[in-house]
């Protein structure tokens, strides 16, 4: 881990801060203010370092947040109060966990990730082993003959021969039209 010491030059007494990296790096041999040779090991000098003391602006956005989050949980009250019911039934309301290091024009809410309907398909659809014959499940120690047959059956069997019949007939026509619109285009 590299880290800065302080140092304190013999000739210009002025102090200079020296980055070891590697940590275990030998202190400087030259001052780096006036290239004066140093001791022969140097001892590091302490230098004071101001306080980290926060803004104004800072604790205002944290203020902003926690009204918000304030103002929700009350909101939960009432609306327990006057809904009827506990307010543990509209805890889904409140808020409680917001981004506090927006930039401009990001949303300071958290909205759980949309559903991933495939995800849920393939979990309620599961079976053991592999499916022959219909349903989904992964075919993973199938053999290519069962493959094969799974095509031609289940929810849509020979569905790949049924599209290929359906648009080789029109295939040849619609490629000259298309041909024939890609050269009027470079043309003109």
């Not at 000739?11 to 275990?24: A, I, K, M």
């Not at 202190?27 to 040779?37: E, S």
């Not at 592999?130 to 053999?143: K, L, R």
């Amino acid at each position: 881990m590299a880290f800065f010491r302080n140092y304190q030059c013999p000739e210009c007494n002025g102090v200079f801060r020296f980055l070891h990296h590697p940590s275990d790096a030998p202190p400087p041999d030259r001052c780096q203010l006036c290239a004066a040779w140093m001791l022969d090991t140097p001892e590091p000098v302490f230098v004071p370092q101001a306080p980290g003391i926060g803004t104004l602006q800072a604790k205002s956005h944290d203020d902003v947040y926690r009204a918000m989050e304030d103002a929700s949980e009350a909101r939960t009250h009432l609306m327990a109060q006057y809904g009827g019911g506990s307010a543990s039934d509209y805890n889904h309301t409140k808020i409680t966990d917001m981004h506090d290091n927006t930039r401009e024009g990001d949303i300071s809410a958290k909205y759980a990730p949309p559903p991933n309907y495939v995800q849920e398909f393939m979990k309620l659809n599961q079976s053991q082993g592999p499916s022959i014959g219909g349903g989904f499940a992964p075919m993973s120690g199938a053999t290519g003959a069962e493959w094969a047959a799974a095509a031609h059956t289940g929810t849509f069997p020979h569905q790949g021969a049924a599209t290929l019949a359906s648009i080789s007939p029109n295939h040849a026509q619609l490629a000259r039209i298309m041909e024939a619109g890609g050269r009027l285009n470079r043309d003109g």
